[in-house]
């Protein structure tokens, strides 16, 4: 069919187009196109003729329109590119001639739609002459003459592959061209009812569309294939496009709109895919149209609307199956990160020659006994020894050699333990079929070798053990007895037992019961197990037994295989049961006999202990009866408190696992009894303690006459500490008397010559200066003195002599005087002239203490120096005994010269001493130093008689106790000692200032 402004009048355009054919053809066809223009004489009929021929032509879908003998009246553009036509006329040729490939194919179906069926195939497969294949989605229907008869078919298709037309095939199209002419001419000839029903039948929907330059929009032609595309009739859409916008989903009405404009703009064609919702069910459609520009700025549209539904699913359907591989390769890999057995790929070098670490999973990293991150990208050469690489390079070539996984087991020594895995090489495969990678899979077997070397053991051990170990089948037939069976029994080997029975074992008497109690029972219950007797089978003897005969079942099924026993020799046990016999009455008789409490307590799996027994003598010293006791717990035979003591007392013996011995006071009949306790701890066969044994004695009286004599020898042993210290101070104040006598005497013998020797110092001073000014008169008045004077000058360095005999003077001076000043000090610490209670400058007393330890305090090699701080209140007058208080005062600093001589705080040692007036009546002293401090135990213990933390021969433990004696019981006032470890130490006295006010 021809475009509508075709000139079919003209005969030289004709000729234009058929100048190689032949006058007769020409001639011919000149006579067919006149009957052609008598045929479209109707305006109207012409004018939609021309308007389908259009919509098949220029329409970007594949469409041809056959006769009824298969030959082409009309093909789109599309379908001349997908089938590579080109610009073939193939207008009144056969396709079984253009396409003979798919002759038969197309027949059967061609016959098909003549009997009015429409064919329509989603995806199929068409092999080419050349030995390609086109893969096609195609639809063909039937169209109908006026009369009604199918007048052909109209078939659509998507060319899903692409081919190419072989140039020998389409130079023999052309030479066939001329032979074809005449039936095109008669396919142009062809109604327009013929192009109507054909447009009707192209599957999906062809339209002209207009876009004005004023916005508007409607469809001139729209096919009848609008009903099944958008469910509305043809004539609802002409001249009016809102209704098929209106069916547009909302969410997708702007990208339509936006494809318009764009296709309007660009004139490229116009594609677009969108929902639409005919009768509430929602379709997939899609436009394929090209545009062309009008005068007047309109754009016209020519296309068809396919329900492309099918594809959407299909699209959707790929991307859940995209998601599905996601998923799966999640999976995957949550597998490689979360299995417990470990995994690594290696990259296969040079055919096999050598093998690259690539990656490691989580557990292989967890379980290798060495870090496996310097192996990451390194051959085996790299990351192994020498002939570790080698070995494992022999067994992963094994691999490459066999394509196809193999295992094998590797051994080694981890943390000093033997450690088995079970290794798996599984060859991976690259797009050229040649080995790439492995991947080994590593599996920890050194659970399942233990078990195989158990069992090996507990095959030994049946073999070995001295237990009639036996097996039989459900016939009571025997299968197996091991030799410790076969000795008990008297029987020599194994197939002495192949013409015996179970029954056979056992006295004829006991083979009834055998048969048809116990044996039912093990086929039933799958267990017996009592004592019983076997018989010897050469002497007949019983042989008393602990038999155990239990069911063998198939741990799958369930189903019974066999009966098995594990019996044992019991002549032994019963000979010792009947030895323990006759123990246990010797015992019994004991229990009952003795006369002293015995009693058993039940140890529970929870520790809960309970009374199991409870003896006559027992009943008869506490009064409480057996019925009161079994099986009850201590606290409900001894009350709470009591019955809490005693459990804990079996708790202990429990824990230790060993006798234990002591002593309980117990309520009994209302009175407080003494009893002497010895719990035995008895042990099962698991070494678990499950009974204690008790023992007890009343010793109420015994008890009683200790805690006399204990009081007794309380009473005397404070006595005896009173005295001792009554002696140790009269003994201590004694020696201070005679001390200070002594001092006192050596001071007053010291004093006397002294103060003549400073008294006379000042007169010889003045003597000495008195002649050497005569001397230097004489030096004046004759300077030349004899030559003998001159040389005793030179001898005795006069001028040496004169300046240092008055430094000389000056020095002998300050050393009496310094002299005076300790004999003071010495007589101001004896104080024999106050020994009474008198008033005192307490300064004074704290100064000569300090004066008399001078040489303590000042730098020693061994130690630094001592600084000594003194921060002096005003002070009063203080009522109190002068020696006995320096007494105190030199304990104190001297315990502070010792402790920092052993080490101090900060860069220099000192000793702090302040002294200030308290609530008017009283004065505080306190006396501190930055030694090393005291711990909080020792301060509670400094004022107790005797107690030291010097050294053997360094104290006595007695300074602070009198001290404190001085202080507390002497003055009425306080001494306290404030110290914490690493923060010096701090005393601090306390007295009044007036002693008849306090008292």
């Not at 043809?234 to 098929?244: H, V």
Request: glycine content about 6%; hydrophobic content about 40%; some cysteine.
């Amino acid at each position: 069919m021809l475009p509508a402004n075709s000139d079919l009048g003209s005969g030289a355009t004709m000729a234009d187009h058929l100048m190689t054919i032949d006058k007769n053809t020409y001639e011919s066809l000149q006579q067919e196109l006149q009957e052609l223009r008598q045929l479209v004489a109707n305006r109207d009929k012409k004018s939609s003729q021309e308007q389908m021929g259009l919509f098949i032509e220029y329409t970007p879908a594949a469409i041809a329109v056959f006769d009824r003998e298969m030959r082409y009246l009309q093909a789109s553009r599309r379908w001349r590119e997908d089938y590579g036509l080109g610009n073939e006329d193939i207008i009144g040729r056969s396709h079984s001639e253009i396409c003979p490939e798919m002759a038969v194919f197309w027949g059967e179906i061609h016959q098909r739609c003549l009997h009015g069926k429409i064919e329509k195939c989603a995806e199929d497969a068409f092999s080419r002459a050349d030995g390609t294949t086109d893969w096609v989605k195609w639809e063909i229907c039937p169209w109908y003459e006026n009369s009604g008869t199918v007048g052909g078919m109209v078939m659509f298709t998507e060319v899903i592959t692409t081919r190419k037309q072989a140039e020998a095939e389409l130079k023999r199209l052309n030479e066939e061209l001329e032979g074809r002419i005449e039936e095109r001419t008669k396919a142009l000839q062809q109604s327009e009812s013929r192009l109507q029903r054909l447009a009707d039948n192209v599957p999906g929907m062809l339209y002209e569309f207009h876009l004005h330059a004023d916005g508007t929009m409607f469809f001139p032609y729209v096919s009848s294939g609008c009903r099944e595309i958008t469910g509305r009739e043809a004539k609802e859409l002409l001249n009016d496009a809102s209704a098929t916008f209106a069916d547009i989903h909302p969410e997708d009405i702007s990208n339509v709109e936006a494809a318009i404009a764009h296709s309007a703009e660009t004139l490229q064609n116009f594609e677009c895919e969108w929902r639409i919702t005919p009768s509430g069910q929602q379709k997939w459609i899609k436009a394929v149209s090209k545009p062309e520009r009008r005068v007047g700025g309109k754009i016209v549209w020519y296309g068809c609307l396919l329900d492309i539904t099918e594809q959407q699913i299909a699209l959707r359907d790929r991307k859940q199956t995209e998601q599905q591989l996601q998923q799966q390769a999640q999976f995957l890999q949550s597998i490689w990160e979360g299995v417990d057995y470990g995994i690594f790929v290696l990259e296969v070098l040079a055919d096999g020659e050598e093998f690259r670490y690539v990656k490691f999973n989580p557990a292989m990293l967890r379980i290798s006994p060495m870090s496996l991150e310097p192996f990451f990208e390194r051959t085996m050469a790299e990351a192994l020894p020498q002939d570790i690489a080698n070995h494992y390079r022999q067994r992963y070539r094994e691999c490459i050699k066999s394509q196809k996984s193999i295992f094998f087991e590797e051994k080694f020594l981890a943390d000093e333990e033997e450690s088995w895995w079970l290794m798996n090489v599984t060859p991976l495969w690259d797009s050229h079929f040649c080995i790439s990678q492995l991947v080994v899979t590593v599996t920890d077997i050194t659970e399942r070798k233990q078990a195989e070397k158990e069992r090996q053991m507990f095959v030994s051990l049946i073999e070995n053990s001295s237990d009639f170990i036996g097996l039989a089948n459900l016939e009571a037939k025997p299968l197996f007895v091991n030799e410790a069976g076969r000795k008990l029994v008297g029987l020599d080997d194994l197939a002495s037992t192949e013409d015996l029975t179970v029954a056979d074992f056992f006295f004829p008497e006991d083979r009834e019961y055998v048969q048809q109690q116990m044996m039912p029972t093990v086929i039933k219950d799958g267990l017996w197990q009592d004592e019983y007797r076997f018989r010897h089978f050469r002497t007949g003897e019983v042989i008393p037994v602990d038999y155990n005969v239990f069911s063998v079942k198939n741990p799958e099924t369930g189903e019974l295989l066999c009966i098995a026993t594990i019996t044992r020799d019991i002549r032994d046990r019963k000979n010792v049961e009947a030895l323990l016999q006759e123990q246990e009455q010797f015992l019994r008789s004991i229990y009952e006999g003795v006369d002293q409490i015995i009693f058993v307590i039940d140890v529970l799996e929870n520790c809960e202990f309970r009374y199991a027994a409870w003896n006559s003598t027992a009943e008869k010293a506490t009064g409480i009866s057996l019925a009161n006791v079994i099986g009850k717990v201590p606290e409900d035979v001894h009350g709470i408190a009591e019955g809490a003591a005693i459990r804990q007392r079996y708790k202990n013996c429990v824990e230790t696992g060993i006798s234990s011995s002591y002593e309980e006071c117990l309520t009994l009949r209302n009175q407080e009894t003494w009893w002497l306790t010895k719990i035995n701890p008895l042990k099962n066969s698991e070494g678990r303690i499950y009974r204690l044994v008790g023992t007890t004695l009343n010793i109420t009286e015994r008890k009683q006459a200790e805690i006399k004599l204990q009081q007794q020898a309380e009473n005397l042993e404070n006595t005896l500490r009173e005295l001792q210290l009554t002696q140790t101070q009269l003994i201590h104040s004694e020696k201070m008397s005679s001390l200070g006598n002594m001092v006192a005497g050596v001071a007053h013998e010291i004093n006397n010559p002294v103060n003549f020797i400073h008294g006379n110092l000042i007169p010889a001073s003045e003597y000495a200066h008195d002649l050497l000014q005569l001397v230097q008169l004489y030096q004046i008045h004759f300077p030349y003195p004899p030559e003998e004077i001159k040389e005793l000058l030179i001898d005795i360095d006069f001028d040496f002599l004169k300046e240092d005999i008055v430094k000389l003077l000056t020095s002998m001076r300050v050393g009496t005087q310094r002299i005076r000043e300790i004999v003071l000090s010495l007589r101001n610490f004896s104080r024999l002239d106050e020994a009474e209670f008198k008033q005192v400058d307490i300064h004074e007393g704290i100064d000569s203490t300090l004066m008399i330890l001078h040489n303590r305090l000042k730098v020693k090699p061994e130690h630094p120096e001592i600084l000594v701080i003194k921060e002096y209140g005003k002070l009063p007058l203080i009522e109190c005994y002068p020696g006995q208080l320096n007494q105190v005062f030199m304990n104190i600093i001297s315990n502070a010269i010792d402790a920092l001589e052993e080490s101090f705080l900060g860069e220099q040692a000192q000793i702090y001493i302040r002294t200030e007036v308290m609530n008017n009546n009283w004065i505080s002293i306190s006396i501190a130093d930055n030694g090393m401090g005291i711990d909080t135990e020792i301060v509670s213990k400094l004022f107790d008689p005797f107690f030291t933390t010097k050294n053997v021969g360094k104290g006595t433990g007695l300074g602070l106790s009198i001290s404190y004696q001085i202080v507390v019981d002497r003055h009425r006032g306080k001494l306290s000692c404030h110290s914490e470890p690493g923060k010096g130490a701090e005393f601090v006295i306390e007295i009044p200032i007036n002693q008849h006010e306090n008292s």
